[in-house]
């Protein structure tokens, strides 16, 4: 810290010997050490005030970053969805406007890039439902086309497949040896 050499300290504790003599240097010795130990606690107890204050301060910054970077994803989103309800509105109001001649525009315009277009009911709405109805047959009652043969009671289920018998066991059994002894 001060730069001081053990060949210096020899010449100040030799100075003080002499001025001091050896009766009062010992005390002299402990009231320089109580002070330089009450100034390294003071220096000790600012810098780590020091800290705490630049530690605080850091917090609050990254705090305020946060807060800000929180303001603007709100704004964001706010006109985000302020652009979103301006096109349904748009939307609502073409619909309104001009009716089914818009619906069949876009599917004629999915016709000609070759894509397939749905339209109709949501599917699973009884709407939905009533045009899976198939136009029956010569002679055959209407069925659900969504509905597989055999539940709606229109096409009968296949056969059940024949039961067969209980396996047999594949080892005939083994004749038992003819006893020599007659019964009694």
Same mark, same amino acid.
């Given at each position: 810290?001060?730069?001081?050499?053990?060949?210096?300290?020899? &010449?100040?504790?030799?100075?003080?010997?002499? &001025?001091?003599?050896?009766?009062?240097?010992p005390?002299?010795?402990?009231?320089?050490?109580?002070?330089v130990r009450r100034?390294?606690?003071q220096?000790d107890?600012?810098?780590q005030e020091? +800290?705490?204050?630049?530690?605080?301060?850091e917090?609050?910054?990254?705090?305020?970053? &946060?807060? /800000?970077?929180?303001?603007?994803t +709100?704004?964001?989103?706010r006109?985000?969805?302020?652009?979103?309800?301006? +096109?349904?509105e748009?939307?609502?109001?073409? &619909?309104?406007?001009?009716?089914d001649?818009?619906?069949? /525009?876009?599917?004629?315009?999915?016709?000609?890039d070759?894509?397939?277009?749905?339209t109709?009911?949501?599917?699973?709405?009884?709407?939905?439902v009533?045009?899976?109805?198939?136009?029956?047959d +010569?002679?055959?009652?209407?069925?659900d086309?969504?509905?597989?043969?055999?539940i709606?009671?229109?096409?009968?289920?296949?056969?059940?497949?024949?039961?067969l018998p209980?396996? @047999?066991?594949s080892v005939?059994?083994t004749? @038992?040896?003819?006893?020599?002894?007659?019964?009694r």
């Amino acid at each position: 810290m001060f730069d001081i050499g053990f060949s210096e300290l020899l &010449v100040i504790a030799v100075v003080a010997l002499v &001025v001091l003599g050896p009766e009062r240097l010992p005390k002299a010795a402990r009231f320089a050490g109580l002070w330089v130990r009450r100034a390294r606690n003071q220096w000790d107890s600012v810098k780590q005030e020091l +800290e705490r204050e630049l530690h605080a301060e850091e917090i609050k910054r990254q705090f305020d970053d &946060v807060k /800000t970077s929180m303001r603007d994803t +709100e704004s964001q989103l706010r006109a985000s969805g302020e652009a979103v309800r301006r +096109e349904a509105e748009q939307m609502r109001q073409d &619909v309104a406007r001009h009716g089914d001649g818009v619906a069949a /525009t876009a599917a004629a315009a999915a016709a000609e890039d070759g894509e397939p277009v749905m339209t109709g009911p949501a599917p699973g709405s009884p709407a939905s439902v009533a045009q899976h109805v198939v136009a029956p047959d +010569e002679g055959e009652p209407p069925r659900d086309a969504m509905a597989p043969p055999g539940i709606d009671g229109s096409a009968p289920r296949s056969d059940a497949p024949a039961i067969l018998p209980p396996p @047999t066991d594949s080892v005939p059994p083994t004749p @038992t040896p003819p006893n020599d002894e007659a019964p009694r």
